[in-house]
């Protein structure tokens, strides 16, 4: 079945740094990957959803890009700032009325 | 700030309550999803509809908990016999519909419940 793949539970950064967080897929659907923000005691709230194949997207500061031949869609920054401490999902919509969800991803800036 | 809204936000009952949480999704959205979210922040999906009419739902949802949106009134879904492995966060979603440019999840804050 359908299904996401984060690989990092927690990642921890300073302030300014790069950060790049892992979302993989697998479908046998054509894919629409989404990426959620969920800051403590909020609603997930929609971040990046993703274009056509290999074309970025980009908001706030964040961006991704869907890569099809490796069923990947990223999330970067090149500076992270404190206030972009959350957990952060990456979600599978393959059409339909299917949403698969990742394990989610923690990510802590100190300062 | 989000358009969905659910409430209670915090919700406390004992075991073999019943609980109920309620959801107005997005003005215009006819799609509906139910998930729980558990301790260690997993997505695990309950129910959605489309208007008042069940798309799909999990072996879970079938037993204990019911779910309805009814039309004109805010969607529910209700555990019948809560149990402690029921304390989560409930997260109600919807959206415009399934295609390009409709199929984006808007979330509501939550119901947090705890059974004690």
């Known amino acids: 079945g359908d299904s996401v793949t984060q690989t990092e539970g927690l990642v921890t950064l300073t302030k300014g740094l790069p950060v790049m967080l892992n979302c993989t897929y697998q479908?046998?659907?054509?894919?629409?990957l989404f990426w959620y923000v969920q800051h403590l005691n909020e609603a997930p709230k929609l971040l990046l959803k993703s274009s056509t194949d290999n074309k970025r997207t980009e908001h706030q500061g964040f961006y991704a890009t869907l890569h099809k031949s490796s069923s990947s869609f990223h999330l970067q920054k090149s500076s992270v700032q404190l206030s972009d401490s959350a957990l952060y999902f990456c979600a599978l919509r393959t059409g339909g009325y299917k949403v698969v969800f990742g394990s989610g991803t923690r990510l802590l800036v100190s300062p | 700030n989000s358009k969905v809204i659910q409430t209670p936000r915090y919700l406390v009952k004992g075991q073999g309550q019943k609980a109920k949480m309620r959801c107005i999704p997005e003005?215009?959205?006819?799609?509906v999803f139910w998930y729980q979210q558990n301790k260690n922040n997993e997505f695990k999906f309950l129910i959605n509809?489309?208007?008042?009419?069940?798309?799909?739902q999990i072996d879970m949802t079938e037993k204990r908990f019911s779910a309805e949106c009814p039309s004109n009134s805010p969607c529910s879904l209700e555990i019948q016999s809560s149990e402690a492995g029921d304390s989560a966060l409930y997260l109600c979603?919807?959206?415009?519909?399934?295609?390009?440019?409709?199929?984006?999840?808007?979330f509501g804050a939550g119901t947090r419940l705890s059974v004690l």
């Open positions: 003005k215009g959205h006819p799609v």
């Open positions: 509809f489309q208007n008042q009419e069940v798309l799909q």
């Open positions: 479908t046998t659907y054509s894919p629409f």
């Open positions: 979603a919807s959206s415009l519909g399934t295609g390009r440019g409709q199929n984006t999840l808007y």
